[in-house]
């Protein structure tokens, strides 16, 4: 499952909200990955946007008027919602939750709604004082609880100058929300997942830390492809420029002592453990508390104390282990002697000096090795794909 929005039929529901500016972004970025989008629009959100904009972007027609002739919707007025795999209504008013709280259907958003049997997710968009309202609430409370997806509102400058509750959450949250749902049903589900990410820091003094190259995006892409195959995952990462991915437990650490008890923690009832984080082998002895000064010397020394090997030492009831051995020679040899030592299941052994590999990059050229000895050399893969190939292993050791 390298692409779980491949000729999924998404149903978009776009209602009047200034914030269907940014359905447009969700439409193109959902029509880029390869579904089908089927796009309604209410009579408002037409004043807002023309239906030609979608239409434009997804190649498919845009259903504005449910009694329109030519609209397919006026011949099979149920048709969308019987195709859809999700129904997503982005942004949705408080008079369109009004109305599916109600289970009106006089628009082709509401129609749309009230006919499918696929799940719903609802992304509301408003002014503070509309969402805080206790009607609203109350429609927000009664769709939720007959298992409708109520993704956002996220917190932040509103169109009318407010700050407050009721952004439209952003594109990659509402694609994340939709491959959640998508994927609920997939081979992890019910299973823990844990990752690890990032490269951790080791302070020396207030200013500076020994740190490493790692940008977290192998670690982050694994997490993303676990929770699109239902697992419930916990990222235990070090600072990076990443966003937060969508529908996980992001934990955030900056030491390998501090990864160390943030993974004992998590690992206590988790069904695997993918460390993908780069862990400093030594830290300072000590770290001063106020900023070393550069003296008259020309030569520096730090005292360094090993750090504990995290993966080594957690083990659990059934807990499958996976590692990653980075490695600029005898990559095979290396990584086998490591499957060994750490008790792993499999690890994934990336030579750091192969230009299109390793450290920033968004494809990663990777052998695993497994615990029967196998070894399999992976082409260039996105780190996404890379993240799904060593999950079909984890899925089948737990199946
Ligand atoms: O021994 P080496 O650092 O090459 O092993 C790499 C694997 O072990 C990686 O999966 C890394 O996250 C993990 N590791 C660890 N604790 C350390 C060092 C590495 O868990 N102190």
Known sequence: MPNPLENRHIALGVTGSIACYKSVDL????????????????????????????????????????????????INHV????????VIVAPATANTIAKLAHGLADDPVTTTVLATRAPVIVAPAMDANMYENAATQQNVAALQGRGYIIAGPAS?????????????LETPDLLGCIKVVLGRDGDLANRKVVV???????????????ANHSTGKMGYALAEAARDRGA?????????????????????VRTALEMRSALLHQCSNADALIMAAAVADWRPTETADHKLKKGDSDTWSIDLVKNPDILAEISGEGLIKVGFAAESEDLIANAQSKLVSKGLHLIVAN???????????????????????RT???????????GHEILDRVAKVLA
């Not at 048709?79 to 999700?86: G, I, K, M, P, Q």
């Not at 690890?196 to 020994?210: F, N």
């Not at 399999?376 to 890379?386: A, D, F, G, M, S």
């Open 196 to 210: 690890s990410a990032g490269g951790t820091q080791e302070p020396i003094d207030p200013v500076r830390v020994i």
């Open 232 to 252: 419930d995952v916990s990222l235990v990462t070090t600072p990076t420029a990443l966003e937060d991915p969508y529908g996980v437990n992001v934990i955030k």
């Open 351 to 373: 030579n750091i000096t192969a230009p299109d590999s390793g450290f920033g990059t968004d494809t990663n050229r990777v052998t695993l090795v497994d615990r029967e000895g």
């Open 156 to 168: 932040g400058r509103l169109a009318s100058g407010l700050i407050g509750l009721g952004r439209m």
């Open 27 to 74: 439409a193109s970025k959902l029509t880029q990955a390869g579904a089908l989008v089927d796009v309604l629009m209410t009579p408002e959100a037409t004043k807002f946007l023309a239906p030609l904009t979608f239409r434009s972007i997804t190649h498919r027609p845009v259903i504005t008027d449910i009694f329109a002739p030519e609209s397919e919707l006026s």
């Open 376 to 386: 399999t050399e992976l082409p260039l893969l996105t780190k996404y794909e890379v």
């Open 79 to 86: 048709a969308v919602a019987e195709r859809a795999d999700v």
